[in-house]
């Protein structure tokens, strides 16, 4: 019963703090102006009479698509996927281990994240 009277009492102090920093703010008159704010949209932008990109595959380079894809050999990633699949199985053995659902959930996305960092996305 202390424990929550305590709280109570913090939040209190807290919510009157914020109000006067609030006011405090509020009344200062160094506050910077924004001007007259326009539609985003009504404006014209430097590109705004730039020609569309036309896309044509006699591009010099060949296909432009396989040039775009980053892709990693054959070889690289399956040592990845490998290196994933060691670091599953070690997030299975720590959830049983620690009997929670949240340490697994958060390392599995720690070895999804190096997995894709191990094949360069």
Do not use: W
């Not at 109000?19 to 705004?48: C, I, K, M, Q, Y």
């Not at 990109?53 to 490998?82: K, M, N, T």
Request: glycine share 8%.
């Amino acid at each position: 019963m202390a424990e929550a009277g305590a709280r109570t009492r913090a939040a209190r102090a807290a919510s009157a703090l914020l109000a006067s920093v609030a006011s405090a703010l509020a009344s200062r008159n160094d506050a910077f102006d924004l001007g007259e704010v326009t539609d985003a949209g009504s404006r014209a932008t430097p590109l705004g009479d730039a020609a569309p990109f036309e896309y044509s595959p006699s591009e010099p380079g060949g296909d432009l698509l396989s040039i775009a894809a980053r892709g990693v050999s054959e070889s690289h990633e399956a040592e990845c996927f490998a290196k994933y699949e060691s670091d599953m199985d070690l997030c299975s053995a720590g959830g049983a281990m620690f009997q929670s659902p949240a340490y697994y959930m958060a390392c599995e996305a720690r070895a999804f994240a190096n997995y894709q960092q191990c094949r360069g996305y």
